[in-house]
Every structure is written in C-alpha cells, then in structure tokens.
T-cell receptor, first 112, second 115 residues
Framework: AQSVSQHNHHVILSEAASLELGCNYSYGGTVNLFWYVQYPGQHLQLLLKYFSGDPLVKGIKGFEAEFIKSKFSFNLRKPSVQWSDTAEYFCAVNAPNNDMRFGAGTRLTVKP | DTGVSQDPRHKITKRGQNVTFRCDPISEHNRLYWYRQTLGQGPEFLTYFQNEAQLEKSRLLSDRFSAERPKGSFSTLEIQRTEQGDSAMYLC?????????????FGPGTRLTVT
C-alpha cells in the first residue's frame, strides 16, 4: 500500500530563512505528487503538483518542489519564507485510479 | 463561489446519536472523496465515488459509516450511533477523472464533536 512520510513535524524559522520540507513515499509505479497547504482556520489548498515532465515544479507563492524518482522523494522548498507562510503543509501521493494518501503534515511557524 | 461546499460546518451531538453530512462538489467533477482529519494528522481517506458508484472504501470505515451519492452530484455521509472517537473534521473533495489527472479540490470540512 502507498504511504507518505513527512520527516519534520514542526519547523520554526525566522523570516527570510530558506525552507525545505521533506517528503518520501512508498510506491513503485507511476505516481502523482502534491503539496497542499492549510492556513490557520482555512481549508486545504493546492500548493503545487507533479504529474510528469520537468521534475522541478513551481507552485504558488514562490514555492517549488523537486521530484527525485530514485529517492522516492518530493521535497518542498522556498528560498525566503514570510510570516504569512505560517501554516500546515501536507504532502500527498496518488497513483492513477487510486485514492490519495497524505502525510501527517509539517507545521511551519515563521517568526517575524 | 463554485468550489466544494459542505454542510453543516459544525455539528455537536451526543454519543449514540446519528449524524448526516452533505457535500456538494464542483459541478463538472465526477469524482467525490470523503476524508477524516484529526488534530495533528493529515487527512485519512474514507471512501470515494465516481459518478454514483462507490468505488472504494477504507478499512477505517466501520459499518456505522455509510456514504451515498444517489444522482452522481451531491453526497451524504452518515454516522450511526456516534462515539467520542468519531470526533474529527470530515472533509470532502472532488476531482475530474480525465487523463489520469486526479487533482482534488477540498471543501471547508464539517467539524464533528461527539459529547
């Protein structure tokens, strides 16, 4: 069965620091990969997605993620975080025709 | 607003009571999903529909849970004889199964509190 691991439960950064959140999945076939964000009091929103092609994908608000097939990883990055990036970030994986599996989430706190 | 909507947003019920939640997906989406999310965890898959057919159910879904999507549009999730462990956020999402692209759009959720 598919599973998703997010290595960091809570990350605390100062504004302008660089961010990298880890995500690893276990599934040997072709997968679709996603990062969702949940701002305080709001519902889940799609940040970025990877289906095929260029393994470096760019999303909204300056976020990007790199798919490394050999490492089964899809890490999220942002060069310079802002206070408004404080949120919970979820990595998710689905294989075509299968349901979506989410990681446990990483809470990001950005200190002003 | 043409996003996914859920009703009610909050539900407080006593243990043993039945509750029903409704989800209205984005109109052209033929797939509809239900998830449960507890504090500090990611959403856990419960079940999904393609049109009116329920194609998969998680083993997490006990027989007290039932979901329907009678006309392939809105869906309901019913929990019978609620237990305190059912307290969670119940999320609905929808997607369009086209060319294998299953990007899901989430609703705001229904927060259930069982007292």
């Amino acid at each position: 069965a598919q599973s998703v691991s997010q290595h960091n439960h809570h990350v605390i950064l100062s504004e302008a620091a660089s961010l990298e959140l880890g995500c690893n999945y276990s599934y040997g076939g072709t997968v679709n990969l996603f990062w969702y964000v949940q701002y305080p009091g709001q519902h889940l929103q799609l940040l970025l997605k990877y289906f095929s092609g260029d393994p470096l994908v760019k999303g909204i608000k300056g976020f990007e993620a790199e798919f490394i097939k050999s490492k089964f990883s899809f890490n999220l990055r942002k060069p310079s975080v802002q206070w408004s990036d404080t949120a919970e970030y979820f990595c998710a994986v689905n294989a075509p025709n299968n349901d979506m599996r989410f990681g446990a989430g990483t809470r990001l706190t950005v200190k002003p | 607003d043409t996003g996914v909507s859920q009703d009610p947003r909050h539900k407080i019920t006593k243990r043993g009571q039945n509750v029903t939640f409704r989800c209205d997906p984005i109109s052209e989406h033929n797939r509809l999903y239900w998830y449960r999310q507890t504090l500090g965890q990611g959403p856990e898959f419960l079940t999904y529909f393609q049109n009116e057919a329920q194609l998969e159910k998680s083993r997490l879904l006990s027989d007290r849970f039932s979901a329907e999507r009678p006309k392939g549009s809105f869906s309901t999730l019913e929990i019978q004889r609620t237990e305190q462990g059912d307290s969670a956020m119940y999320l609905c999402a929808s997607s369009h199964a086209l060319n294998g692209l299953y990007e899901q759009y989430f609703g705001p959720g229904t927060r259930l509190t069982v007292t």
